[in-house]
């Protein structure tokens, strides 16, 4: 019981950090709260950047969190650590040799660190809807809707909130079908050049 109780106040915390600093999210929360659902509940995944994701999935290891899988990219990967009734933790780095060079990824954690999350995801079940919906209320989408109409996974970021004129933090939507969790190298990718303006 201590595990858990110490990681919903890891997640609650770097939560509310998010919340406070991505407008998207905020206007989300708000309405979430007006009908009871809160934010927290429609967590799909929560993505952090690092320099060093093994060092940086300790903390959430002890919590419970377990490896799942590597994604690689051109020149940044990922590792995927799950927890049963958690959202997924997606930890992400630079390659630490050459193929890291061009990797937007050092640049953000020199700027911001890796004690909070570079992106929170919500799953929504229709993402044009949520979209019209949204742009409705001032928020505005970084690139399009990554995926396709009728597939596993279709995603999309909004335009990043910026600290200092530098990118700060986005919110994905994510609409999943066929009970698919997981988690699709080219869409990551994607949705990662969408939002590289100032980096």
Known sequence: MGKETDLDAVIRRMTADF?????????LRRA????GVGFVPVIDHLTIRTMNIDQRAEEFIALGYGYD?????DDWYAK???KAGYPALFVDQAYPD?????SIIPRWVEKFGDRVFHH?????????????KMKAKGVVFAGEIVGVQG???????????????QPFSVLELAERHQGYQGFLPPQADSLMRS???GM
Do not use: S, W
């Not at 919340?19 to 206007?27: P, T």
């Not at 929170?120 to 019209?132: G, K, N, S, T």
């Open 19 to 27: 919340l406070a600093h991505n407008r998207a999210a905020g206007m």
């Open 32 to 35: 979430l709260d007006e009908i």
């Open 69 to 73: 899988e590597t994604i690689h990219y």
């Open 80 to 82: 995927v650590f799950r």
């Open 98 to 102: 050459d193929r890291g060079k061009t």
């Open 120 to 132: 929170v995801a919500v799953r929504v079940e229709d993402i044009e809807q949520a979209i019209l």
């Open 151 to 165: 597939g596993t996974l279709r995603q999309i970021f909004t335009a990043p909130e910026t600290i200092d004129g």
């Open 195 to 197: 939002t590289m303006r």
